[in-house]
């Protein structure tokens, strides 16, 4: 796991460290977490999914569990893609955890995980 960790943090400050680019580019959240029920957390990833395509449909969610990891085996890695800047991403998740619908779904997945590491990317296509 904490491979893992570092790998993340890695990224993260190298994305910090470049200058942001062009708003034609994605920004990707990366949250890490626990959970003892990794069937019942993607089940209620998959409602919050609904619920967030509603809002705005321009955001992907999607979730890996870490295989022939070492210690990060059965991570649990949730990935949340919007496309454009930082600023636009937060602008776009403002404005959708205002709905009370999400806020109440978002609040009820405390239940059951507990996030690991949370990280902002901004992507350079190639």
């Known amino acids: 796991m904490k491979k893992l960790m570092t790998v993340i943090l890695l990224g993260l400050t190298m994305s910090l460290s470049i200058p942001a680019v062009a ?71 403002e404005k959708m955890t205002a709905d009370p619908a999400v806020a109440a779904w978002l609040g009820g997945l405390s239940e059951i995980r507990t996030i690991v590491s949370d990280s902002l990317y901004n992507e350079f296509p190639l």
């Open 23 to 93: 708003d034609d580019h994605s920004t990707l959240r990366v949250v890490v977490v626990q959970t003892d029920d990794i069937g019942a957390y993607v089940a209620q990833l998959s409602k919050g999914k609904k619920l967030i395509q509603a809002i705005d449909s321009k955001f992907t969610v999607r979730v890996w569990q870490a295989t022939f990891a070492g210690e990060a085996t059965g991570a649990v890695i949730v990935g949340v893609e919007y496309p454009g800047s930082f600023g636009d991403f937060a602008m776009a998740w």
